[in-house]
């Protein structure tokens, strides 16, 4: 018996072969059903005749085996079929075409029931060692998925407390930076220019905490609205445009692929942010001109936004972590943040952000959302 999902094609052609020697007809064919149509999945004797065959699901018995003897004209004087049926599942027909002219023996008719069931057996073993393999493989996903969520919670959490408590010490801070610059206004430039440093260091570490504080969050801070995701992508490109500008020597071509998906739930700005995040990310990989896609559509249930680049791929072990925060490949540029904040957005939006990328094949990352429910 076969049981191994990889060798039912095999498994198939050496039916169709036992059921010409074994049962002592001329050819024959295995009409497989797969869901509302069918596929001949193996046949032997006049092959080419059943490349294209495809009989209705509901054709089965006497209107199976007229169809197989309509295809070879005067070729086989008589057909026999049998269902290939077992543990409540059916999964087509198996048909055996004969050309001598004698009636076919009740033996060899057993013989051909036999196979049949033998083959409806290994059959049903494939489909239950698939569909476990399927939930082992979604029972994996949903691990992984949990495990990122509570790596989330917890960083969130712990970056929520930091960016509180440094806040309050850079607030003040900030407020002295200023009243030593009026108060200086005609000291030396140099104390001055000093002075302005430090107040842009002041804020960049202010904009920083700002952005843990969103990364921290578990639900957004205002209600949702429909939105179309056509206008969340012209948005974020008008935003990240002048990003461009500052690669004159690898500017991308940005190409937009929209398909009016239906609406989804979400918060603007935060959505709208995240797609920045993904289109930026995708000029600062570009080291030679390249192309950046912006695509909308919608599968299972929902709409998705993704953003595809031709840069240069990462290898599996970058595309595993990339969500996780403070993981970055920027060195020194790069805060880690960016993406883990749009991972933490799509868990708010109850949707999913994923990434294909293989090294020197570009990168595409696809958010997606649930539909709006009636």
Not at 56 to 75: K, S
Not at 167 to 179: D, E, G, R, Y
């Amino acid at each position: 018996m076969v049981t191994d999902p990889s060798e039912r094609p095999s498994l198939l052609v050496e039916v169709a072969r036992a059921a010409v020697s074994e049962v002592g007809a001329a050819a024959s064919v295995i009409v497989l059903i797969e869901g509302d149509s069918t596929r001949v999945g193996a046949a032997h004797g006049c092959q080419a005749k059943f490349d294209t065959w495809a009989p209705e699901v509901d054709v089965v018995g006497d209107e199976l085996e007229r169809e197989a003897l309509a295809l070879h004209p005067g070729c086989y004087t008589a057909a026999r079929t049998a269902v290939l049926a077992s543990g409540g599942e059916l999964f087509g027909s198996l048909v055996v075409l004969f050309d001598n002219g004698t009636p076919v023996e009740s033996s060899r008719l057993d013989m051909l029931a036999a196979l049949a069931d033998l083959t409806a057996t290994s059959l049903v073993a494939v489909a239950q060692l698939e569909r476990l393999e399927h939930a082992n493989a979604e029972l994996r996903a949903t691990k992984l998925a949990v495990a990122r969520s509570e790596k989330l919670r917890a960083v969130g959490e712990m970056a929520a407390g930091v960016s509180h408590d440094l806040k309050n010490l850079l607030n003040p801070l900030s407020l002295h930076l200023q009243l030593l610059q009026r108060q200086l206004r005609a000291a030396d430039p140099a104390v001055l220019d000093s002075l302005g440093e430090m107040t842009t260091i002041v804020k960049n570490g202010s904009e920083m905490l700002e952005r843990l504080r969103q990364f921290s969050r578990q639900t957004p801070d205002v209600s949702m609205s429909a939105l179309s995701l056509d206008g969340v992508a012209e948005e974020a490109i008008s935003i990240a445009k002048p990003r461009m500008a500052s690669k004159p020597r690898a500017m991308p071509t940005l190409v937009r692929e929209l398909s009016s998906p239906p609406p989804v739930l979400g918060q603007k700005g935060e959505v709208v942010s995240a797609v920045v995040n993904l289109v930026v990310n995708a000029i600062d990989v570009l080291d030679t001109p390249g192309k950046i896609v912006v695509r909308t559509g919608a599968d299972r249930s929902g709409s998705w936004i993704e953003v595809e680049d031709t840069g240069p791929g990462m290898s599996h072990e970058v595309r595993d972590h990339v969500f996780e925060p403070f993981f970055t490949t920027k060195g020194e540029a790069g805060t880690g943040l960016g993406l883990a904040m749009v991972y933490a957005c799509m868990v708010r939006h109850s949707g999913t952000a994923e990434v294909t990328s293989e090294p020197g094949g570009g990168a595409c990352f696809r958010l997606w959302f649930p539909g709006v429910r009636p």
